[in-house]
């Protein structure tokens, strides 16, 4: 620490980024949380991508 400053560097303090507190994280937990309780194999599947988004729908509108 002392070394920038010697240099006339300043140094900024930014917060610790947490998840915990982010609420959109939040939300995306609870959604993910949510899906691979109702389609617990939908990472497995091997349809098409159309298959795959149709079922996501159909399981958060479930959800």
């Excluded at 303090?13 to 959109?24: C, G, M, R, V």
């Excluded at 949380?33 to 098409?48: E, I």
């Amino acid at each position: 620490m002392r070394w920038p400053r010697e240099h006339g560097i300043t140094l900024l303090e930014i917060p610790f980024y947490s998840p915990a507190l982010n609420p959109i994280q939040n939300i995306w937990s609870l959604i993910k949380d949510k899906l691979s309780k109702y389609c617990p194999d939908l990472h497995l599947m091997k349809v098409p991508e159309h298959v795959v988004k149709n079922t996501i729908e159909e399981a958060i509108t479930h959800c």
